[in-house]
């Protein structure tokens, strides 16, 4: 069974940073597109940042400059480094992928189940 666990969110000041990392667990062939969405309170989930295979990236204007998506396919890990935080950010975290179970089989939209991240004075 393949599992995203995110992990690093917390509560941080104003011009803070944090780093979140998310974990791909199970049996996998390869990772594809690897993404991180936010939900705010009362707000719909927004996509974030994704990073492809071949390392292409891109980001919502929220956010560039700010943030920065990497990934290590030797630890099956995405990570979101996030500087100058501000209230806005505020929001559970979620990290999703698109999957290579097998050569020939893709499991996509992967959900994990969100981290909380919380920026305020």
């Known amino acids: 069974q393949v599992q995203l666990v995110e992990s690093g969110g917390g509560l941080v000041q104003p011009g803070g940073s944090l780093r979140l990392s998310c974990v791909v667990s199970?049996?996998?062939?390869?990772?594809?597109?690897l993404r991180w969405y936010r939900q705010a309170p009362g707000k719909e989930r927004e996509l974030v940042t994704a990073?492809?295979?071949?390392?292409?990236?891109n980001y919502v204007d929220s956010v560039k400059g700010r943030f920065t998506i990497s990934r290590d396919d030797a630890k099956n890990t995405v990570y979101l480094q996030m500087i100058n935080l501000n209230p806005e950010d505020t929001a559970v975290y979620y990290c999703?992928?698109?999957?290579?179970?097998?050569?020939?089989?893709?499991?996509?939209?992967?959900w994990g189940q969100g981290t909380q991240v919380t920026v305020s004075s």
């Open positions: 999703n992928a698109d999957i290579l179970i097998t050569r020939w089989r893709t499991l996509n939209d992967v």
């Open positions: 199970g049996s996998i062939f390869s990772i594809n597109t």
């Open positions: 990073i492809t295979g071949g390392r292409t990236m």
